[in-house]
């Protein structure tokens, strides 16, 4: 069973910095493209960031752009967010998720984590 497990989530400061992991086990996601995607209260689950399975090609929301950065790691069939400069509109719970040729929709994902959160105070 493939599964999809988040880490790194918590409470800081604007300003601050938190890295996100995801770790998948169960089969190997190296040839799928891997997202985040994130949820606030209220609003719909937006795209944040994906990575192609070569590792070459990223791609960002515009309001995350610059701030944050995403890695994968297949050996360790692990991916990462790195979240500088963090700001109270960041608070959400934040997903990982897998999917052949995904992109930015979340019905392109075949595969989820079950959310980590990340409040940002002010």
């Known amino acids: 069973q493939a599964q999809l497990v988040e880490s790194g989530g918590g409470l800081v400061q604007a300003g601050g910095s938190l890295r996100l992991s995801c770790a998948a086990s169960g089969r190997t996601f190296s040839s799928y493209t891997l997202g985040w995607f994130r949820q606030a209260p209220g609003k719909a689950r937006e795209f944040v960031a994906n990575?192609?399975?070569?590792?070459?090609?990223?791609y960002y929301a515009d309001s995350v752009k610059g701030r944050f950065t995403i890695s994968r790691d297949d050996a360790e069939n692990t991916m990462y967010l790195q979240m500088n400069s963090l700001k109270p509109g960041d608070t959400a719970v934040y997903y990982c998720?897998?999917?052949?040729?995904?992109?930015?929709?979340?019905?392109?994902?075949?595969?989820w984590g079950q959310g980590t959160q990340v409040t940002v105070s002010s």
């Open positions: 990575i192609r399975w070569s590792g070459s090609r990223t």
């Open positions: 998720a897998a999917g052949p040729g995904a992109m930015v929709r979340d019905t392109d994902y075949a595969y």
